[in-house]
């Protein structure tokens, strides 16, 4: 009987503590530019630094002037690297729209068509009513 109590134990505990390969999640993708953005992250920190220092006069000019130099030089290496590495996302296409014909004068002003209303000098639709039209400027009178 005590025999099967510890085999229940221990069975129990090692259910509980044995990991599966397949049910530990798979690591996050590592991106090629993570380095460099750390490296970024750093430069802009010292820059802070610095100008903090040399605000609370802990440098001279000369010497805030050319290590400022020098990190603002190790930054444009750095984002330019970072460019280089990142993919450029392609432009999207341009869309065309097709502008509706304008209506001939002295038809009514304002056509209620749906829940839309179209103005009747340049076809433009809106969704409520509206004094003057957002696209052409001229008056909405319904």
Do not use: W
Not at 12 to 27: E, H, Q
Not at 58 to 63: P, Q, R, T
Not at 83 to 101: G, I, M, N, S
């Amino acid at each position: 009987m005590f025999a099967a109590v510890i085999v229940v134990i221990l069975a129990t505990t090692l259910f509980v503590l044995f990991i599966r390969a397949k049910d530990i999640p798979a690591p996050d993708p590592v991106s090629p530019t993570q380095h460099l953005e750390e490296r970024k992250a750093a430069i802009y920190e010292n820059l802070r630094d610095l100008q903090f220092e040399y605000r609370v006069g802990k440098l001279s000019d000369a010497d805030y002037q050319s290590t400022k130099l020098s990190l603002q030089k190790e930054l444009a290496v750095v984002l330019g690297e970072i460019d280089k590495l990142t993919p450029k996302a392609p432009a999207p296409a341009a869309v065309k729209v097709k502008r509706p014909e304008p209506v001939a004068a002295g038809t009514v002003h304002a056509a209620v068509n749906g829940d839309s209303i179209a103005c009747p000098h340049c076809g433009a639709k809106f969704s409520h009513a509206m004094k003057f039209c957002g696209e052409c400027g001229k008056a909405l009178v319904s």
